[in-house]
């Protein structure tokens, strides 16, 4: 059983708060990703694509880079402007997408000031125009998600929520209100 969270109590940015855990994703991602020893580990474990996709052979600048862009993009999302268009933090997951969808899967990515381009993501899915449901994050550093088991996980929550809100006839903002902690 999951349980909603509207992360900033107005109804725009709501997380999924998986069983068995006590914080929604949100929390626990940007905290994964401010945590020096889950990026260690995650970095040597990824050294190759570290080194073949963005060309970084350090992993303390690996770890410093992702430290700093958590905290932008934390900042971004977690304390986002009331009149901000969430629909431009948000894109389609797909990139060839060109028509919307019921549920549809998405993408928020921030941006760097400079070097290589940004690797973290954070997953949600679009319930109505600037209504988001965080599903998860990754640091991505492959071209594809389906390249590697942590991003390929990610999109199997996604389809796992999307799934859960289907089957319980959740569609919409209106949905994910009545069935929220």
């Not at 862009?69 to 934390?74: Q, R, V």
Request: proline fraction near 2%.
């Amino acid at each position: 059983m999951m349980k909603f969270e509207d992360v900033l109590h107005n109804g725009r940015l709501w997380a999924v708060v998986y069983e068995g855990e006590t914080q929604n994703v949100l929390i626990k991602t940007f905290a994964d990703w401010m945590d020096i020893g889950i990026l260690r580990t995650f970095f040597d474990s990824n050294r190759k694509d570290l080194e073949q996709y963005f060309h970084i052979t350090n992993v303390d600048e690996a770890i410093y880079d992702t430290i700093v862009d958590a905290a932008s993009l934390s900042c971004v999302i977690m304390d986002i402007n009331p009149d901000a268009n969430m629909d431009r933090l948000f894109r389609p997951l797909e990139n060839q997408r060109i028509h919307e969808m019921l549920l549809s899967r998405e993408k928020a990515k921030g941006r760097r000031q400079s070097g290589h381009s940004l690797w973290l993501r954070i997953y949600a899915i679009k319930l109505d125009s600037g209504i988001y449901l965080a599903t998860g994050g990754a640091i991505k550093l492959t071209p594809l998600m389906a390249e590697r088991e942590h991003t390929l996980n990610e999109l199997k929550r996604m389809e796992m929520v999307r799934n859960y809100l289907l089957d319980n006839g959740i569609v919409d903002a209106d949905g994910i209100k009545q069935d929220s902690l």
